[in-house]
């Protein structure tokens, strides 16, 4: 722990911590398109990929419904949407929890009903792209 960090308590700690990043942060990003001017075969995709009730597909049957290699898929939708298929997918199962989390929802109920394998599999996935447990989430609402 940094020196002008000790003495204090874990969340002073993670409070000043979250201040100076913030301080820093940058102000004027602009979010990714969150749609194509049109729609076409990459909002269809999309869709798909959003669908809660069938398995994701794989690249190569989203490119071939788009008529484009699976390669040529990725790099349109990456340029389109900001985030390649898979995390796109992701960002929408992690946003689908926490919904679910918000509502009371139990851990592990959350966690299958947003299409991951089972809780440490949410947790795991929240820690990366979130930066906090579901668990906190829960409980910090």
């Known amino acids: 722990m940094p020196a002008a960090l000790a003495g204090m308590t874990l969340v002073a ?10 301080r820093h942060a940058p102000t004027n990003v602009e979010p990714p398109p969150s749609a194509p001017a049109t729609p076409g075969p990459l909002a269809r995709a999309r869709q798909r990929l959003a669908d809660e009730e069938t398995p994701p597909p794989s690249l190569a049957e989203l490119g071939r419904e788009a008529g484009l290699s699976r390669y040529q898929f990725l790099h ?3 340029a389109a949407f900001g985030l390649p298929p898979h995390a796109w997918a992701q960002q929408q199962r992690l946003a689908r929890a926490e919904r679910r989390l918000a509502r009371g929802e139990a851990l592990a109920e959350a966690a299958t009903a947003s299409g ?5 599999h949410m947790t795991r996935a929240f820690r990366r792209f979130r930066g906090y447990t579901p668990g906190q989430y829960a409980t910090g609402r």
């Open 13 to 22: 700690a993670h409070t000043r911590r979250l201040a100076v990043l913030l």
């Open 76 to 78: 349109a939708f990456t």
């Open 116 to 120: 991951f394998a089972d809780q440490s």
